[in-house]
């Protein structure tokens, strides 16, 4: 697509549109259109905006987050139900029938209601690694739905009716196009506000889930919460559409909470592209509209009344999955060409605070006797050693000497199975390694974890997760941007401290594999820690790029950081560390000074297979 | 409630269990081998049963109809993908030949004067070869993908065959002959015969497949591939091959399992769904990874929905499906590990 344009452009300015002129035209033809559509289509814009707050949910929740739900249909019938219960149930008991007396009431009752419900649920089934979630989604979709056809008080397969209309300031919103204005300024307050969210430290956290829990949690991510979040917001968004739909519909029945809409709403997702906020427009669309015309078209062609939508339904996504699994915003997007601003640095914002550093020479690392058994394999066995402020330390070992296991004892991934790990004095051993990293030890990975479809500087500004504080309300409604420009100024200063700067702004994914390494070393510097775990960091480097990253390592060493690497390369661990220990068979051979370690016969007999 | 309803309630639960700890199975061993969580397991109970149903009552299947189609499409896709050209002869026989030739023989057959044998045969020959054609279509161009996609595609065969279901079958169900009338005593206990036969089917199919994974080469290619696929790869063990063979085993105990609930449910062209999710919250009982589990979870299941029924009918799926919740609590407590290095 950029070819394109910019062939067709005047030379030297490309003809790209500005995104607010775009998303100007857009709202503009939002408002006109009841105006000027007859009556059906309006109606059928009602429904495509209720489906896509639903799918705006689950491309937070499926697309960003990674975790699969067909079960939202469920979380709609619960908005649904409450609404259409509290305001049409005679002889209710005072404070119910306080709240019944209006819908915006109601809506807030049904989004307590749904968050309480999603908590217990979430509590349950997020935890659940991969696929167990989606099928346990499944399983409770179709609970709620069979709930909600068998309690005598919700109607029981018959549902509700006679469900009042929604007043907006004392005007009751009667027909199809009064009530489109109220379906579509929810649709435009979710699009923003996910939107915002996204594009927030918050944000950061929630996309950095698919990087893998053990980077996440290194960086000092709360996963299980921001998966807990992200499930919460998905089902609030769902609840905000059963209410409308309820008072648009003025009648429930159970037939729309099903699992099988709840497999539409994923659909819907799918289609339009999970993973971007304006994909859950597109994809609602798209699946309402055709479904729509399925159903006035099949029965005419093939005379009968069958359910041929869904089998189209079905060879289609098939079809989507396997042909273009990005779903189809991307090739939308392709077609309009928005200008992409990067995003701003504010080289004014005020610094952020700073742990106190420790004194140079004072041990900040000891590991003591630590021994990890995997059951009869004893993959460490009486491992000591320790690191001080002001000194860089080698672990070394040839490839199955458990240097890896020791990397995670130390970073907390792991627990030891005797032994201890004092990290300034504390015992950090059997504690999560997002405590290990609020305490100032930061680390890298040997597999390197970054996001590949994020920037370096949003990648680098994961690190600085702890440094901030806003939640997702503020991020939400903007209300943390100094707190953001302060973070990504942080972030920025780590990128041109490891010499990055020329990147800032490239997606991560494109870097090669040495530059990556040193993004995860920014990222890491992100987090104001005072010992470095590096794990690997020359592998895969030029010689130039070596003796930068060597530079950089010196520096931080002079600013009083400590640093343990584990490193193959024996010219550049040998010319830069202050002592090394090396490790065989799960046991520390020798530890001391480089020059020493190169004489070492024990050494030379583990690495050369004696001389 | 007296000791005969809990008898009559646990032989009608240990019965529906048999037939989910089938079901179970089938879905344990495609997500070992091909990652796939086959949520259509369900429809080709569902059409198994169904096309005995008209076999019963004399008419041509039309699900042959269906094969020939599904023959068809299977033969297109082969015939664009370059490792499908390299067999092309292989391919035309099965997806075309066959069907056609089944087709014309059930035209020459008198469908209405056929024993049970001969009919159980045709439903099985009908409809278990659809199940690799499916893998071939829908499944074995994205084999590598995430499991989520393929769940996704999973969700989607599903319900493209429900709509294919609604179109040949209708909306009205069938049930078919039980295949013993017979009925035991035992103390002041009645038997049916087909429960024993059930039962005796369900222990059968479970034997026969133990004795397939761990005693023919076939069976422990399959198990090599659930273990490892790149492994088995390099051993040359095909992955297509191996996710045909297990779609065929799963189509043959849908198949089987269909004809042995018709007689004791009535079933209709989307039953398959609820019962095929029934084996699914055994399966997860098993942790999708162990068979003796998920069999002991199935049987749970159908005790559980026989007593339920009684107490609360209306109530009935919404207790069991309810039940996932504390399993898969126990699961995620049980299983906790350190992320593996991708």
């Not at chain 1, 067909?70 to 908005?79: K, M, P, Y």
């Amino acid at each position: 697509m950029n070819a394109n344009t910019q062939t067709r452009a005047a030379p030297g300015a490309p003809s790209r549109l500005s995104p607010k002129l775009v998303l100007g035209v857009f709202l503009v033809l939002l408002v006109a259109a009841p105006l000027v559509l007859p009556e059906f289509y309006v109606t059928l814009l009602n429904y495509v905006g209720l489906s896509a707050l639903v799918a705006l949910g689950l491309v937070l929740l499926t697309g960003v987050g990674g975790l699969t739900s067909f079960g939202q249909a469920a979380f709609v019938g619960l908005g649904g139900y409450t609404t259409a219960w509290l305001t049409t149930a005679q002889d209710l008991p005072g404070w119910l029938a306080f709240i019944g007396s209006s819908p915006w009431f109601t809506l807030v009752a049904g989004l307590v209601l749904t968050a309480t419900v999603a908590v217990i649920l979430g509590s349950v089934t997020l935890k659940l690694s991969g696929h167990f979630l989606p099928l346990g989604t499944m399983a409770w979709g179709i609970s709620l739905y069979f709930l909600f056809g068998n309690m005598e008080f919700l109607g029981g397969h018959g549902g509700l009716s006679g469900i009042p209309a929604v007043s907006v300031f004392g005007y009751e919103l009667l027909d199809n196009g009064q009530f489109y204005y109220l379906v579509w300024a929810f649709v435009l307050a979710a699009l923003f506000t996910t939107r915002n969210l996204l594009d927030s430290r918050e944000g950061r956290a929630i996309r950095a889930l698919k990087g893998g829990m053990v980077m996440a949690e290194s960086m000092g991510v709360d996963t299980s919460r921001a998966r807990m979040v992200i499930f919460v917001i998905a089902a609030l968004h769902a609840c905000a559409a059963g209410w409308l739909y309820a008072h648009l519909q003025r009648f429930v029945n159970p037939t729309p909470f099903g699992l099988h809409i709840g497999i539409e709403y994923l659909f819907m997702a799918v289609v339009g592209g999970a993973g971007q906020v304006w994909g859950a427009l597109v994809g609602a669309g798209v699946i309402t509209v055709l479904k729509q015309w399925l159903q006035d078209i099949l029965p005419k062609v093939f005379g009968s009344a069958g359910n041929f939508e869904v089998i189209i339904f079905g060879v289609m996504m098939v079809i989507v999955l396997q042909r273009a699994r990005d779903g189809l915003w991307p090739l939308i997007a392709g077609l309009v060409p928005v200008r992409e601003a990067p995003k701003a640095i504010d080289s004014a914002a005020a610094p952020l605070a700073r742990k106190p550093q420790p004194p140079m020479g004072e041990t900040i690392l000891e590991a003591r006797d630590v021994t990890r058994k995997f059951g009869g394999l004893v993959a460490n066995n009486n491992m000591s050693l320790h690191v001080k402020a002001g000194e860089i330390l080698a672990l070394i070992g040839p490839n199955g000497a458990g240097k890896s296991t020791m990397f995670n004892q130390l970073s907390g991934v792991d627990t030891p199975t005797s032994g201890d790990v004092l990290f300034r004095g504390k015992s950090v051993a059997g504690h999560s390694s997002r405590e290990i990293a609020g305490l100032g030890m930061s680390r890298t990975f040997q597999h390197v974890r970054l996001l590949p479809k994020m920037t370096v500087l949003e990648n680098v500004a994961i690190g600085a997760h702890r440094r901030g504080s806003k939640g997702v309300l503020p991020a939400a409604w903007r209300l943390d941007r100094e707190e953001e420009a302060r973070l990504l100024r942080e972030a920025a200063i780590q990128v041109e401290r490891v010499g990055l700067k020329d990147f800032m702004f490239a997606e991560a994914g494109s870097l090669a594999l040495g530059q990556q390494r040193i993004l995860e070393i920014a990222r890491a510097l992100c987090s104001d820690p005072c010992l470095l775990l590096l794990d690997e960091p020359a592998a895969g480097l030029r010689l130039k790029e070596k003796q930068a990253l060597a530079e950089l390592l010196r520096r931080l060493k002079s600013e009083g950081m400590a640093v343990l690497i584990v490193e193959h390369d024996m010219d550049f661990v040998m010319s830069l560390v202050d002592r090394v220990v090396v490790m065989e068979f799960g046991e520390k051979i020798a530890e001391g000074l480089p020059a020493e370690i190169q004489k070492n016969p024990a050494v030379l007999e583990a690495y050369l297979g004696g001389v | 409630m007296d000791a005969e309803i809990i008898a009559m309630l646990g032989q009608d639960g240990v019965t529906n269990g048999a037939i989910y700890a089938l079901l179970a199975l089938a879905l344990v061993l495609v997500f070992a081998v091909t990652r796939v969580i086959f949520i259509p397991q369900g429809e080709f109970l569902a059409w198994g049963a169904l096309t005995m149903a008209a076999l019963e009552g004399g008419q041509f299947p039309a699900t042959v109809w269906l094969l020939v189609g599904c023959g068809v499409l299977t033969l297109a896709v082969d015939a664009f993908s370059a490792t499908g050209r390299r067999n092309i002869g292989r391919s035309v026989l099965w997806n075309l030949a066959y069907p056609l030739a089944l087709a014309g023989l059930l035209w020459g057959l008198p469908i209405a004067e056929l024993p049970t044998a001969a009919r159980v045969l045709i439903a099985l020959a009908i409809v278990v070869p659809m199940g690799p054609m499916l893998y071939r279509v829908a499944f074995q161009p994205v084999a590598e993908a995430p499991v989520l996609v393929l769940l996704i595609i999973s969700v989607a065969v599903h319900l493209a065959m429900v709509g294919l279901g609604l179109l040949i079958f209708g909306p009205e169900g069938s049930r078919t002959q039980p295949f013993s009338e017979a009925q035991f005593e035992l103390g002041s206990l009645m038997i049916g015969g087909h429960t024993l036969v059930v039962l005796g089917a369900s222990v059968v199919l479970i034997v026969a497949l133990y004795l397939f994974f761990d005693r023919t080469l076939y069976g422990k290619a399959l198990r090599a591939t659930a273990i490892n696929r790149n492994g088995a790869r390099l051993m040359g063990i095909s992955p297509a091959l191996a996710g045909r063979l297990t779609f065929f085993l799963a189509a043959v105990i849908g198949v089987l399992s269909g004809l042995l609930v018709a007689p004791i449910t009535t079933v209709y062209y989307d039953s398959g769904f609820l019962i095929g999710l029934k084996g699914f919250v055994a399966a997860i009982i098993g942790g999708l990874a162990s068979y003796p589990l998920a069999a002991g979870g199935a049987i749970l299941v159908g005790l559980l929905e026989s007593f339920s029924s009684f107490w609360a009918s209306a109530f009935k799926d919404v207790i069991v499906f309810t039940l996932i919740i504390p399993v898969l609590m126990w699961r995620s407590l049980t299983s906790h590990h350190v992320e593996e290095e991708e």
